[in-house]
């Protein structure tokens, strides 16, 4: 049976070798119980699609992590209907874990659970913002014009668009609980998280360290103490809620800060530690990758993410697209033309850091 993609998505590429899986499945992580007026119901708990390749080359699994509104279809096929970088990892030799964190996709939200919807639901005019930004413009890798009633790739992206827990620190207890537990089941290894998903790797890195081997978080929410307006501030820095520092901080108001100029045109100055300045010592011993795009709206602070993280004391790496020569991505490179190219620069990062990777287990 062929299957055809939907009208106006990109005809299928050429044939490519089979890709053979030897183990594939899913389970839900963070299970619990909570009394309702109605009963006893599931505590919000996070899906958890794996695949693991026949030709399996690498020793450590890639956990892929959506971000706000989203959910794990974001990585399993491209908003056009090519692959996407689930395939594209699988195919490398990657066994991968694709994520609904709670209240999203698989992961159902319920207000008795989770507390009411907060909020208007998702609209095309603030995705087409975020997303589509250059659309139709010669150099954009949007798969689509942008336009409301003119775009299928946009009406993909929608139609995957769901509710985000009210605050950011509800949606960060939730990752970092369930997060825990699927590491606690899987073991070590690489989280490749994005956007409002970002707070997953700092907060799984320090309820489990010793289990997070690599971060590649793909233009995570900041800048640092950065507020969204309706979600909350991220008053410890990077994130919402508690993270561990030493000295150790009881209190966010501990933490001093100062403005660092940005230095370049179009960017925005960002805040990093006050002297003397505090370790994330749960975000240490492994290497991390912020990764930003030319296009995106996140462009202009994500330098203030790896900043903060390089101060107190990660192996953190700023990643530009542009100096690896991938341009015209927006804030959903996974999703966009050349998400192939994308990929292989990630995995290429990947496998450049691997000796540190295998000398910093090995300490362990």
Same mark, same amino acid.
């Given at each position: 049976m062929t299957i055809s993609p939907p009208p106006g998505t990109a005809e299928p590429a050429p044939a490519a070798p089979p890709l053979t899986i030897s183990e594939q499945g899913a389970f839900w992580v963070g299970v619990g119980r909570r009394p309702t007026e109605a009963g006893t119901a599931a505590e919000a708990a996070m899906y958890v699609q794996y695949q693991i390749p026949a030709d399996l080359r690498h020793p450590l699994p890639v956990v892929m992590v959506h971000g706000g509104g989203g959910q794990g279809t974001d990585y399993l096929s491209t908003p056009d209907g090519r692959p996407g970088w689930a395939t594209r990892f699988l195919r490398a030799g990657y066994a991968v874990?694709?994520?609904?964190?709670?209240?999203?996709?698989?992961?159902?939200?319920?207000? @008795?659970?989770?507390?009411?919807?907060?909020?208007? +639901?998702?609209?095309?005019?603030?995705?087409?913002?975020?997303?589509?930004?250059? #659309?139709?413009?010669?150099?954009?890798?949007?798969?689509?014009?942008?336009?409301?009633?003119?775009?299928? @790739?946009?009406?993909? !992206?929608? =139609?995957?668009?769901?509710? @985000?827990?009210?605050?950011? +620190?509800? *949606?960060?207890?939730?990752?970092?609980?369930?997060?825990?537990?699927?590491?606690?089941?899987?073991?070590?290894a690489v989280l490749l998280t994005h956007s409002m998903g970002g707070p997953f790797g700092w907060l799984v890195a320090d309820a489990r360290p010793g289990l997070v081997e690599a971060i590649i978080a793909v233009e995570p929410v900041g800048p640092p103490f950065g507020e969204l307006p309706g979600f909350g501030r991220l008053d410890w820095g990077l994130t919402a809620t508690p993270i561990t520092y030493e000295p150790p901080v009881r209190d966010p108001h501990e933490l001093r800060t100062r403005?660092? #100029?940005?230095? #370049?045109?179009? !960017?925005?100055?960002?805040?990093?530690?006050?002297?003397?300045? &505090?370790?994330?010592?749960?975000?240490?011993?492994?290497?991390?990758?912020?990764?930003?795009?030319? %296009?995106?709206?996140?462009?202009?602070?994500?330098?203030?993410? =790896?900043?903060?993280?390089?101060? +107190?004391? #990660?192996?953190?790496?700023?990643? &530009?697209?542009?100096?690896?020569?991938? %341009?015209? *991505?927006?804030?959903?490179?996974?999703?966009?033309?050349?998400?192939?190219?994308?990929?292989?620069?990630?995995?290429?990062? !990947?496998?450049?850091?691997?000796?540190?990777?295998?000398? *910093? +287990? =090995? &300490?362990r």
């Open positions: 874990y694709v994520v609904d964190r709670p209240g999203h996709g698989r992961s159902p939200y319920h207000p @008795a659970v989770l507390g009411p919807l907060d909020g208007p +639901a998702p609209t095309y005019e603030f995705i087409g913002r975020l997303f589509c930004h250059g #659309a139709g413009r010669p150099g954009s890798q949007w798969p689509g014009s942008g336009e409301i009633g003119g775009d299928p @790739a946009l009406d993909q !992206l929608m =139609a995957g668009q769901g509710p @985000a827990l009210p605050t950011f +620190a509800e *949606n960060e207890e939730q990752m970092r609980r369930c997060g825990a537990e699927l590491l606690d089941r899987i073991g070590p403005v660092r #100029a940005a230095g #370049a045109d179009g !960017l925005l100055d960002c805040r990093v530690q006050d002297e003397p300045v &505090r370790s994330l010592p749960t975000l240490t011993g492994f290497p991390i990758a912020v990764v930003v795009a030319d %296009t995106s709206p996140f462009a202009a602070f994500e330098h203030g993410v =790896a900043d903060y993280l390089a101060q +107190a004391g #990660a192996d953190a790496e700023l990643l &530009r697209l542009p100096a690896m020569g991938i %341009t015209g *991505n927006g804030h959903l490179p996974m999703g966009e033309k050349n998400s192939d190219q994308v990929a292989e620069a990630l995995m290429a990062w !990947l496998e450049t850091r691997r000796a540190a990777m295998e000398e *910093n +287990a =090995a &300490r």
